[in-house]
């Protein structure tokens, strides 16, 4: 699904990442990267995470630590940067409605927003198929920031894949660990 504007320009752009430590997010940081791309990976800070680690993890990427869900705190680790495109690939870990909220929709306002003051003319979107027949809420937030994403005036392109190798991936160490496929 897209509007009839191309993608990412020829390099390079400047893309702020969104979601850049996922199982796919990764994979489009790389390509990014590969392509001439400038990338800005915004990275939720934790305890955990060693920084170094994430430059190992994101070769080429420039990190903001920055949690997707604090419009505020975004736009400070992204204030006076300047964005042509945003690629979002977030997503809610727990399936839990109000995270569903928060993440698909909400957090993914808060890219759109700072995408606009950065003076982003475009905005990637990594959807679900799934969303063609909503029952959850993670469905159906997805499809209000779609919406939102389609009236908000920037050129946009919304991806709707099928579910990644990762979904079944993620089950082997469950099933090591001796617990049941779900």
Not at 158 to 182: D, H, M, N, Y
Request: hydrophobic fraction near 45%.
């Amino acid at each position: 699904m897209s509007d009839a504007a191309p993608t990412l320009p020829d390099p390079p752009q400047r893309v702020l990442l969104a979601g850049a430590t996922g199982y796919i997010g990764r994979f489009v940081a790389r390509e990014l990267v590969r392509r001439g791309h400038e990338v800005l990976a915004v990275v939720r800070p934790t305890r955990e995470r060693d920084p170094e680690a994430l430059r190992t993890d994101l070769p080429g990427c420039t990190l903001r630590l920055a949690p997707v869900t604090d419009r505020a705190a975004l736009a400070a680790a992204l204030e006076g940067e300047r964005i042509d495109a945003v690629v979002s690939c977030i997503a809610t870990r727990s399936g839990e409605p109000r995270d569903a909220w928060r993440v698909e929709h909400e957090a993914n306002g808060h890219l759109l927003a700072v995408a606009r003051d950065a003076g982003a003319r475009r905005f990637v979107l990594l959807s679900a198929i799934c969303v063609q027949r909503p029952t959850l809420a993670f469905q159906h937030a997805k499809l209000a920031f779609e919406a939102e994403l389609q009236a908000s005036g920037l050129g946009w392109s919304i991806v709707r894949p099928t579910a990644f190798f990762k979904s079944l991936a993620g089950q082997v160490e469950r099933v090591r660990a001796g617990k049941p496929f779900l």
